[in-house]
């Protein structure tokens, strides 16, 4: 796995100390992020999913160097880019780029549409003509030309985050960050983008680090996903294992939340949600940090973390009760409980 | 959804800056009058020796008169032509005003900018500074680097500017805060932007509105602070005729000459609000989003 690994992230931590007082003491640590492995190949759509403050988005913008690591490395194409600074992190800033969450936040609303994409152009020193490798970035995300000559407030949420993508492209990247992109979007306008990031990224042979909360849009662009719980990985397998068959009972849980559109069917359904609370990263629980909620909680979960282990091959799980036993077939919560 | 604009955008307002600036000012009543107003003075300024009737320093024995057809506005106790100062006074205060503020804006915004954006030991550093020069009032400050470099124009210019410096730097400092925890300037440093380039071609250009308005607010202090150091001695020569000197020197002789108090006062006042007026329009017209149909 880490012969082929495009993105490696290897134990990373990303704690933002707390401070107080006259002396601004550190009094504590928020845990973002916290020890995290993973790896991404070329080409894949790799998606991290997780509530709100899982510490997804803090880890795609330590990959993105915009927060640094309090511990462990991200290794991008061979190369450990976690204390790069300056001249030596230019080359990976022309081959990662980002698509951010918000549109209306993500375009300087001074500039016009061409002027923000023509600016990445002329700082990565752009050899042909900007004007018309604009113009060809723009149609490549599906907007006519005159959207050039357009500020960011005259365009609608879906065609500025096209622009957003068309800026992304412009360093002509290897691996794009995509942290949220389509959450702020209407329902119908992120059907679109998705496609949109999913056609260029097959016609560009493309790398996406795709943060979403939303499992169905995951399940559709992503070949594999992650799912993040207070700052770990609890589960990492191909997108339609994870959906199948998710074995850690806090995907199961995630799962299971998605709501159902059809009502005879939802009716019938076992929905076995979460109860409780998220707790603070200030003070996560000892052991496993799902185990107050979890309803497969042992003895052992409160003392020891489990290690990310896996249990079949492409599919490993943070979870002492899945992996200390033999694996059932079946993946309901119900027939779980009994375990 | 189509790609097209909504229909109320259907005729964006994409033309250039200037052009919107000119929009903006054709619908604007007070702005008109503002820079009319502005304009006329610094045609005055700028025809001083042409329109001046007298010599702003002749002598004359016709000392305090009243306003009268040979002096429209009254002699001073000197028996000099009050017209004729006011109207080479206009030279001295309008540069005054203008040439301080800009550098006091340079300075200022540069500091507030760097230690919005950097945080941390430059914040620490450039912002203690400018508390402690905020512990003291503007016009102290002032008159203390006076003291230290001399009188003469350039360094009241020089010692204004210092003193209003703090202003700009906290209005600039405040809006970086809030700037930098936007994602556009996390796309740019994404792209590998450099910090000069966020900091003043992402940031700064999002920042202007506030900047200005302080901007004209300072424009007056800074005329009024000319006048208080020539008051005090420690500005321009006493011959000189700065508004705020003439306004100075009449105010001895304010039960006898009303005129030398109020024509200086009102060439002030007309300054002033003209800037306001054209400061608030101009704000406005640099806002692009608020630019709509």
């Known amino acids: 796995m880490t012969a082929d690994a495009f993105l490696r992230i290897e134990g990373l931590c990303v704690h933002f100390p707390v401070r107080k007082g006259l002396l601004q003491r550190q009094v504590a640590s928020v845990r973002a992020v916290d020890n995290v492995t993973l790896s991404l190949r070329r080409g894949e759509a790799f998606g ?51 698509v951010f969450q918000d549109p209306f936040s993500s375009l300087n609303p001074r500039m016009k549409a061409g002027a923000i994409i023509a600016e990445v152009l002329k700082v990565h020193r752009f050899a042909g003509d900007i004007t018309a ?94 799912v993040m719980y207070l700052g770990r990985v609890m589960e990492t397998a191909s997108s339609e294992e994870l959906f199948s068959e998710p074995q850690h009972p806090y995907t199961q849980a995630l799962i299971a939340a998605i709501p159902n559109p059809d009502p005879v069917s939802e009716e019938a359904r076992d929905t076995a949600l979460l109860k409780g609370e998220v707790p603070s990263p200030l003070d996560p629980p000892s052991g496993c940090v799902f185990h107050p909620r979890c309803p497969l909680a042992m003895d052992i979960c409160a003392r020891i973390a489990p290690e990310l282990e896996p249990v079949r091959s492409g599919h490993a799980v943070a979870c002492h009760a899945v992996t200390t036993q033999p694996q059932p077939e079946t993946t309901t919560t119900g027939e779980r409980d009994d375990r | 959804m189509t790609d097209l604009p ?65 002096h429209p506005l009254g002699t001073d106790d000197l028996g000099r032509d009050l017209l004729s100062r006011i109207i080479w006074g206009t030279q001295i205060s309008l540069f005054v005003g203008v040439s301080t503020v800009a550098l006091a804006l340079i300075l200022g915004v540069t500091l507030g900018v760097v230690a919005g954006y950097y945080g941390g030991w430059a914040d620490m550093i450039i912002m203690r500074y400018i508390d402690l020069q905020w512990a003291f009032p503007n016009f102290i400050i002032a008159i203390y680097l006076v003291a230290v470099f001399g009188t003469g124009l350039l360094n009241v210019i020089v010692a204004i500017a210092l003193a209003f410096l703090d202003d700009f730097a906290r209005v600039a400092r405040s809006m970086v805060l809030t700037l930098k925890e936007e994602q556009f300037v996390d796309a740019a440093r994404v792209q590998g932007f450099s910090d000069l380039r966020i900091m003043f071609r992402h940031i700064l250009p999002n920042a202007l509105a506030p900047i200005i308005v302080q901007a004209t607010v300072s424009v007056s202090y800074a005329i009024l602070g000319e006048a208080s150091l020539s008051f005090l001695g420690l500005g321009v020569r006493p011959d000189t005729p700065t508004w705020g000197l003439i306004l100075a020197d009449g105010r001895s002789f304010i039960s006898q000459a009303w005129w030398l108090g109020v024509f200086p006062g009102l060439a002030i006042m007309l300054v002033v609000l003209a800037i306001n007026f054209v400061g608030d329009a101009l704000r406005d017209a640099l806002d692009v989003r608020e630019t709509g149909p």
């Open chain 1, 48 to 98: 991290l999913v997780g509530e709100s403050g899982c510490g997804k988005t803090t880890l795609a913008r330590t990959v993105l160097r915009l927060v640094d690591a309090t511990d462990g490395a991200v290794w991008f194409d061979g190369e450990n880019i976690t204390a790069l600074k300056g001249a030596a992190l230019a080359p990976y800033r022309t081959r990662v780029s980002a």
């Open chain 1, 133 to 226: 490798r604009v113009r060809e970035l723009l149609a490549l995300c599906g907007l006519s030309e005159r959207f050039a000559d357009l500020f960011p407030h005259q365009m609608s949420g879906g065609q500025r985050q096209r622009v957003g993508i068309a800026r992304a492209l412009a360093t002509d990247p290897d691996l794009i960050v995509c942290d949220e992109a389509v959450s702020a979007l209407d329902v119908s306008i992120q059907a679109q983008i998705v496609n949109l990031l999913e056609e260029l990224r097959l016609r560009h042979g493309l790398t996406y680090l795709f943060i979403g909360h939303d499992l169905s849009v995951v399940r559709h662009l992503c070949d594999r996903v992650a």
């Open chain 2, 6 to 70: 909504a229909k109320d955008l259907s005729e964006p307002d994409i033309r250039p800056a200037p052009s919107r600036l000119r929009a903006s000012f054709a619908r604007d009543r007070k702005a008109q009058v503002g820079l009319v107003i502005l304009l006329a003075f610094l045609l005055v300024a700028l025809l001083a020796p042409l329109i001046a009737p007298f010599d702003p320093n002749a002598m004359t024995l016709d000392m305090m008169s009243s306003p009268s057809l040979t």
